[in-house]
Each structure stands twice: as structure tokens, then as C-alpha cells.
């Protein structure tokens, strides 16, 4: 099989791409950065099978050239992961603006990327699609999250079509939806709100991103059979 892991070389998506590169030596393992050079730098140097690709989701240029390299390549599993920015504050002290930002770069852009992968995965029949979520959509949403959950609401959505409109084709949709992990989307927090959210914790401890992409790993190995799914990383909290 073949991958293509958008953010793979930060974070989450970082774990992921080396997950996938240790576990498919054979496979070729694309995957877009941006402010991360010197990460996909290390990856690519790990890793013969890897590729990295320059793409900043703000730019629709980048994103466009992306969506052909997708329609001229055979790749099998598509990993939605790449997010640009977390917007945290109230909703109503958001601006239109911070909206429109926050949709056309990590909505519209994942929206088209998975377009061009479905096109051409129905070309051939077959397909995985995996789009990380947030376990913010169960429950009661966290304080300032209203822009990012309502793009992961959007996506969530979207993955419902994407499993129900192309079962027919062999290509299958699932979503991960993990809790709070110690990424550098989080960079600002403020250690005692981590601690905090260790105290509350069942297993008093946090996520991490290994344990995440393991899981995707498990759906890279699945059947098509797992279709249409939303799997939470919550130790059972908020559901």
C-alpha cells in the first residue's frame, strides 16, 4: 500500500507518518509539512520509503498541486491529520474573519484533498480514508473551542458521505477522534490546566500521539468491512 499523512512531520501527524513508514518498509509514504523542515528532514533521513511535500493549506495554489499529485499517483490510504491553527476563545468574541480563515484552510482544503483521493480511488476500486477528529465532539464542548469543533463537526459529517457514498467502490472512511495530547497545538496551555487534566484523568495520564497512531495503523490493516466509523480516544470520558 501506498500513504499519503497531511501534517506528517508535527506532532500527532509525525507519530503517525513514522508508525506507518516502520510498519510498511516497502510502501511509498507521502506526507505534506510546512513550518517543519527540519522534521521532515529527520523523517525522510530515517526512512528511505518516505517523501515529503512543502504544502501550506492557507495557500490554494499548494493545495491544488497537491490534489494532482493525488490524481497521478497510486496512493491507497489517505490520512487526514494536518490542521494550521487553534483558535481558542469565546465565540462570541470571534470574528468573521478568524471563520473564513479557519474553514478554507483546514476544512475546504482537507475537503478537496479527499475529493481528489476519492476520484481516483474509485478509478481503482479501492480506498482508505482516515480523518482525525477530537474527542471535544462528545459531550459537552470545551470553553473557546466553537470554531475548531464546528470544522471538526463539518469533517465528521462529511466522512458519513464519503463511507455511505463509495462502500460500493472498496473504499472505506473512519474517524479517530482523540483527547487531549501534549502537541504543539497546545503549546500555549498552561501547566497547571495540564495538570489538572491528569489529576481528572481515569488513568492519570495523558494520550499520547503513539498510542494514537497505533490505531491508525490498526485501520491501515483493516478490512473494508470497518466502514463509517467514529472511534473516540477518551478512556470512555464524555460519552
Same mark, same amino acid.
Given at each position: ?46 526512512s528511505k520509503n518516505l517523501h515529503a511535500i512543502k504544502c501550506n493549506f492557507k495557500e490554494a495554489s499548494e493545495v491544488e498541486s497537491l490534489c494532482r499529485l493525488i490524481q497521478s499517483s497510486e496512493i491507497d490510504v ?10 481558542? !476563545? !469565546? ?27 476519492? #476520484? ?12 482525525? #477528529? ?11 473551542w466553537s470554531v475548531y469543533l464546528a470544522g471538526k463537526a463539518y469533517l465528521l459529517a462529511m466522512h458519513k458521505s464519503w463511507a455511505a457514498e463509495n462502500k460500493a467502490f472498496n473504499i472505506s472512511s473512519n474517524c ?9 497545538? !497546545? ?11 491528569? *489529576? ?10 503513539? *498510542?494514537?497512531?497505533?490505531?491508525? #495503523? ?22
Amino acid at each position: 500500500m501506498n500513504f499519503l499523512i497531511t501534517g506528517g512531520a508535527s506532532g500527532l501527524g509525525y507519530a503517525i507518518t513514522k508508525a506507518i513508514a516502520s510498519s510498511f518498509p516497502d510502501a511509498h509514504i507521502y506526507f505534506t509539512f510546512h513550518s517543519s523542515a527540519a522534521n521532515a528532514e529527520a523523517l525522510m533521513a530515517g526512512s528511505k520509503n518516505l517523501h515529503a511535500i512543502k504544502c501550506n493549506f492557507k495557500e490554494a495554489s499548494e493545495v491544488e498541486s497537491l490534489c494532482r499529485l493525488i490524481q497521478s499517483s497510486e496512493i491507497d490510504v489517505l490520512v487526514n491529520n494536518a490542521f494550521t491553527k487553534l483558535t481558542k !476563545h !469565546h465565540f462570541h468574541k470571534t470574528v468573521r474573519a478568524e471563520i473564513n480563515e479557519s474553514f478554507n484552510s483546514d476544512i475546504l482544503s482537507t475537503v478537496e484533498i479527499t475529493r481528489s483521493f476519492i #476520484l481516483k480511488a474509485r478509478e481503482r476500486r479501492s480506498g482508505k480514508i482516515i480523518t482525525i #477528529l477530537s474527542s471535544g465532539l462528545a459531550g459537552v464542548p470545551p470553553t473557546g473551542w466553537s470554531v475548531y469543533l464546528a470544522g471538526k463537526a463539518y469533517l465528521l459529517a462529511m466522512h458519513k458521505s464519503w463511507a455511505a457514498e463509495n462502500k460500493a467502490f472498496n473504499i472505506s472512511s473512519n474517524c479517530i477522534s482523540p483527547d487531549f495530547m501534549a502537541t504543539a497545538l !497546545h503549546k500555549d496551555m498552561d501547566e497547571r490546566m495540564i495538570e489538572n487534566l491528569i *489529576e481528572k484523568h481515569p488513568l492519570k495520564k495523558l494520550l499520547t500521539v503513539e *498510542e494514537v497512531a497505533q490505531v491508525v #495503523l490498526f485501520l491501515c490493516n483493516s478490512s473494508a468491512q470497518l466502514n463509517g466509523q467514529h472511534i473516540f480516544l477518551n478512556s470512555a470520558m464524555n460519552f
